[in-house]
């Protein structure tokens, strides 16, 4: 059974960090690429980032130089390393597996950035 479980979010403060994580099972290979999207209160699904299986990575403009995604092949797991966070990026933080469309997605974890 394929799945996605994400993990790490939380309540932080304005310029604080969090590391979200996503992992995967089911799966059978890493050849795929890893998305994480994100929904902020009353808005639309936004693509955050993108992983390709050869290691390079995109950013909307939004939160370039201030995350980072990541994976680690051996243990099935995607991150997404956030600093500098802004109230901005308060939102539903989901992960996803796919290119232009995605066919697999976690259950989403809540990034909530306030003082």
Same mark, same amino acid.
């Given at each position: ?6 993990? /790490? ?11 979200? %994580?996503?992992?995967?099972?089911? $799966?059978? +290979? ?11 209160? /009353? ?10 299986? +050869? ?6 403009? %939004?939160?370039?130089?201030? $995350? ?20 901005? +990026? ?7 597996? /796919?290119?232009?469309?995605? +066919? ?9 950035? %306030?003082?």
């Amino acid at each position: 059974q394929v799945q996605l479980v994400e993990s /790490g979010g939380g309540l932080v403060q304005p310029g604080g960090s969090l590391r979200l %994580s996503c992992a995967a099972s089911g $799966f059978t +290979d890493s050849n795929y690429w890893m998305n994480w999207v994100r929904q902020a209160p /009353g808005k639309g699904l936004e693509w955050v980032s993108v992983i390709h299986t +050869d290691g390079r990575t995109y950013y909307t403009h %939004s939160v370039e130089g201030r $995350f980072t995604i990541s994976r680690d092949n051996a243990k099935n797991t995607l991150y997404l390393q956030m600093n500098s966070l802004k109230s901005e +990026d308060t939102a539903v933080y989901y992960c996803a597996k /796919g290119r232009i469309s995605y +066919d697999y997605w976690g259950q989403g974890t809540q990034v909530t950035v %306030s003082s």
